[in-house]
Each structure stands twice: as structure tokens, then as C-alpha cells.
């Protein structure tokens, strides 16, 4: 269904926005009209709403944000606020670190807290990436059963048309024996340690900064193991 074929266009086209600009894919009022295909006077009227409501802000450069109601909203429990208060340490400072949750075969970045090291590419809310190149998967996967794990895949699998072998190769990435620490390294979305959240379908990502030195590495991954149990 395109947009104007929606019976609730305005609600429809509010969507749109704000995936657009939590992807990334659009974070202004020109760009938003190249990908919409709306005229400016609807962009306008549309980003007054939402602005108005909180669920969008712009900043000093006109680029335009998820606001804080929505992160309200989608967050009622503060659980991204607690988590990254918890990963305030010293091990863990200047690190980039990610909330994901499992979306098919792919991580989807539910919020980030910006570090200041270099990163190989760095996350953004919104930002997907196949489930492969990514910690958060393995360590979502292997803190469910077997029938809760294949139920996770499975949930997206028609809205993203995942073959059975998609869904196999997703579900391989589950370790039998948990770990209190998952690790990848994919030339895309660099090295990353991850941590499942205790009772949650989440996993905490620590971003590895290129050539960190590895006992730096070891002490941050530990910090981010406490982080989750104690947040």
C-alpha cells in the first residue's frame, strides 16, 4: 500500500517521516520531500505536528531528530536511560555503545550512546545490519530457548521475505551454552562485544575502536557484562 493509497494518509505519511529520519534516510525538509515524493507544503504542515507533539526536533543546523516523547514512548521503562548510566565507568569511556534488538536476520540499532574513539563506522539509531557481522545477534539468540529463538527469526521473516535457509542460517548464530560476552568482526560494521540484557530481547554493543590495545579491550568488555547485570 503507497501512501496515498492509505485510508489514514496523514497518519501514514507521519510514519514515513519518522522512520526516515530515525533510519537516517532523511533529516531534512528537502530530503524528506526527494523521498516521499510530497509537495513542500505537506512536509511543512506534517514536521509542525510532530515537532509540536515531541516526536521530532530540529537543531541550530536544521537537521532534524527523534524527539524525546518518542523516545518515551518506545523506551516507558527508561531501560536505554539505565543501561548507559550503568556503562558510565571508567573502562568504558570514550566507547561508542549500542542498544539492538533482533529484527529477522538482521540488528536493528535501537539507540546509541556516542563515544568519542575512532570507530570503522559508527552506529545510528535506526541502522540496520545483517545479523552475520553482529554480536548483539548471537548473544539475543543464545539467552532464548530454541522455540523462543526460532519464534524471534520467524516474527519478521515474511515482512522481510526470508527463505528457510535465511531463517536456518539466522538461528545458527544461537550458542548452545550462553556466555556472558559475544563477540564479531566483520570488515562492514567493524569488531563488536556484546552482552544480552537479562529478561529482555536485547543486547548491549560495545563498538570497538580500531587497533585498541587488547588488555584496554578486555577490562572494557568486562565493565559492559557488570553493566547489564547491575543497570
Known amino acids: 500500500m503507497g ?6 494518509p496523514a497518519v501514514h505519511r507521519g510514519a514515513r517521516i519518522l522512520d526516515a529520519v530515525s533510519s537516517g534516510a532523511a533529516t531534512t525538509p528537502a ?7 510530497l509537495p513542500k507544503s505537506s512536509i511543512a504542515d506534517l514536521l509542525t505536528t510532530l515537532e509540536d507533539v515531541g516526536f521530532l526536533t530540529r537543531r541550530p543546523d536544521g537537521t532534524l531528530h527523534t524527539g524525546s516523547r518518542l523516545a518515551e ?3 516507558p521503562e527508561s531501560l536505554v536511560h539505565r543501561l548507559f548510566r550503568a556503562c558510565a565507568t571508567p573502562e568504558l569511556d570514550g566507547h561508542t555503545l549500542s542498544l539492538v534488538r533482533l529484527f529477522g536476520d538482521q540488528i536493528l540499532v ?12 559508527t552506529p545510528r539509531p535506526g541502522q540496520r545490519a545483517d545479523a552475520a557481522e553482529c554480536a548483539g545477534a548471537a548473544a539475543i539468540l543464545s539467552a532464548l530457548t530454541v522455540a523462543d529463538a ?3 527469526v520467524a516474527t519478521a521473516a515474511e515482512h522481510l521475505g526470508l527463505t528457510a535457509d535465511a531463517v536456518a542460517r539466522c538461528l545458527a548464530l544461537r ?11 566483520s570488515s562492514s560494521v567493524g569488531r563488536q562485544l556484546a552482552c544480552a540484557v537479562p529478561n529482555t530481547r536485547y543486547a548491549l554493543t560495545l ?4 587497533r ?16 547489564v547485570r547491575d543497570y
Open 73 to 75: 514512548l518506545s523506551d
Open 3 to 8: 501512501i496515498g493509497d492509505s485510508r489514514t
Open 31 to 37: 530530503a524528506l520531500m526527494g523521498l516521499l515524493g
Open 110 to 121: 535501537v539507540d546509541v550512546h556516542p563515544g568519542t574513539l575512532p570507530l570503522p563506522l
Open 207 to 210: 563498538h570497538v575502536p580500531d
Open 175 to 185: 550458542h548452545r551454552r550462553q556466555r556472558k560476552i559475544y563477540e564479531s568482526r
Open 150 to 152: 526460532a519464534e524471534s
Open 212 to 227: 585498541w590495545p587488547e588488555p584496554a579491550i578486555a577490562k572494557a568488555a568486562r565493565a559492559l557484562s557488570a553493566a
